[in-house]
Nanobody, 125 residues
Framework: QVQLVESGGGLVQAGGSLRLSCAASGRTFTTCGAGWFRQAPGKEREFVAAISWNGNTYYADFVKGRFTIFRDNPKNTVYLRMNSLKPEDAAVYSC???????????????????WGQGTQVTVSS
């Protein structure tokens, strides 16, 4: 079992920044891949970014150059740094863990094994 707790969401003006955190507990985190997804009201959950167990990163096209995913294994935490936020980035952001990471990187929710509860990001125009 892996427990994930996200934090760092909130209200920010367009153009602003936020850093989301996802703290993991329950098992060794260093061998797991992790990802961030988001879901806006009335929309499907969509892939945002992922990071492999050894630090390789992958991004959805709409966040490339603005978002950065990184991890701190000793702290069992994955982060999502979000810059230049836009109103369309508003959503509930959730982190997830993939116990069996393999190429190509997992970009669909079904490929992940555990999920956090999500954190709300609101971007005002």
């Amino acid at each position: 079992q892996v427990q994930l707790v996200e934090s760092g969401g909130g209200l920010v003006q367009a153009g602003g920044s936020l850093r989301l955190s996802c703290a993991a507990s329950g098992r060794t985190f260093t061998t797991c891949g992790a990802g961030w997804f988001r879901q806006a009201p009335g929309k499907e959950r969509e892939f945002v970014a992922a990071i492999s167990w050894n630090g390789n990163t992958y991004y959805a096209d709409f966040v490339k150059g603005r978002f950065t995913i990184f991890r701190d294994n000793p702290k069992n935490t994955v982060y999502l740094r979000m810059n230049s936020l836009k109103p369309e980035d508003a959503a509930v952001y959730s982190c997830a863990v993939d116990l069996a990471w393999s190429a190509p990187p997992p970009t669909t929710p079904e490929e992940y094994d555990y999920w956090g509860q999500g954190t709300q990001v609101t971007v005002s125009s």
